[in-house]
C-alpha cells in the first residue's frame, strides 16, 4: 500500500508565487491533516479536515488554503508565499472514531520541503 | 485552543540511563498519543493511550496517562542509541474539536554509545 503521498517533495518558490501542495491517501481514512514543521516547533496544524466536505482551521492557518477534494485527496494551496513560510509541510490521514473509544492513529506521508526565497 | 507543552526539549545521555519525557496540557484530551520520528521521514504511532491512570509498556518504553487525562509520560529504561530521535505526544480532541490531532513542540532524544 502506498498510505499517504505527497506531491512535490521540493520546491522552491519565489516571494509572492503560489503553489498547490497534493496530498492522496489510499486507506480510507476519514480525517485528514496538514502539519508545518519548522526547527523546535513540532508539528503545528494548519488546517483539518474531520470527514469528507469539512474543514476547520488549525493552530497556523494564516496564509493557506485548503480543498477536502474527494475522501482521498486534500491539498494545500499557498495564494502569495512568504520566506515566513520556508518550511516542511506534512499531510496526514487517520481513521477517525467516535466515542466511545477514539483509537485513532495518523499515518504521515514523506512531507514537502519548501524554500521561499 | 488545546495546548501540549513536552519537556524538556532536549535530551543528551548515555547509553544504559533511564529518561522519561512528559508532555503536559491545561485541556483534557479524549486520548493521547506518542509518536517518534526519525530524520527526514514522518512521524510513526508508538503508542494511543485512552484512560486515565492507564500505563502501557513497549519494551523498554513505559507510558502513563495522568489520572484527569491532560498529562502524560514516556520513560525509556536502559536507553539504546537506537532510541534516538524526535519523540512528540499528539492529543486527540473530541467533541466540537473531533477529530483534531494536536501535537507537542517535541523532545529530541540522543543517545551516545
Known amino acids: 500500500n502506498a498510505g499517504v503521498t505527497q506531491t512535490p517533495k521540493f520546491q522552491v518558490l519565489k516571494t509572492g508565487q503560489s503553489m498547490t501542495l497534493q496530498c492522496a491517501q489510499d486507506m480510507n481514512h476519514n480525517s485528514m491533516y496538514w502539519y508545518r514543521q519548522d526547527p523546535g516547533m513540532g508539528l503545528r496544524l494548519i488546517y483539518y479536515?474531520?470527514?469528507?466536505?469539512?474543514?476547520d482551521k488549525g493552530e497556523v492557518p494564516n496564509g493557506y488554503n485548503v480543498s477536502r477534494l474527494n475522501k482521498r485527496e486534500f491539498s494545500l494551496r499557498l495564494e502569495s508565499a512568504a520566506p515566513s513560510q520556508t518550511s516542511v509541510y506534512f499531510c496526514?490521514?487517520?481513521?477517525?472514531?467516535?466515542?466511545?473509544?477514539?483509537?485513532?492513529?495518523?499515518?504521515f506521508g514523506q512531507g514537502t520541503r519548501l524554500t521561499v526565497v | 485552543t488545546q495546548l501540549l507543552e513536552q519537556s524538556p526539549q532536549f535530551l543528551s545521555i548515555q547509553e544504559g540511563e533511564n529518561l522519561t519525557v512528559y508532555c503536559n496540557s491545561s485541556?483534557?484530551?479524549?486520548?493521547l498519543q506518542w509518536y517518534r520520528q526519525e530524520p527526514g521521514e514522518g512521524p510513526v504511532l508508538l503508542v494511543t493511550?485512552?484512560?486515565?491512570?492507564e500505563v502501557k509498556k513497549l519494551k523498554r518504553l513505559t507510558f502513563q496517562f495522568g489520572d484527569a487525562r491532560k498529562d502524560s509520560s514516556l520513560h525509556i529504561t536502559a536507553a539504546q542509541p537506537g532510541d534516538t530521535g524526535l519523540y512528540l505526544c499528539a492529543g486527540v480532541g473530541g467533541g466540537t474539536s473531533y477529530g483534531k490531532l494536536t501535537f507537542g513542540q517535541g523532545t529530541i532524544l540522543t543517545v551516545h554509545p
Open positions: 493511550v485512552v484512560t486515565g491512570g
Open positions: 479536515s474531520a470527514s469528507e466536505g469539512t474543514t
Open positions: 496526514a490521514s487517520s481513521e477517525a472514531l467516535h466515542s466511545p473509544v477514539l483509537y485513532t492513529e495518523a499515518f
Open positions: 485541556s483534557v484530551f479524549s486520548s
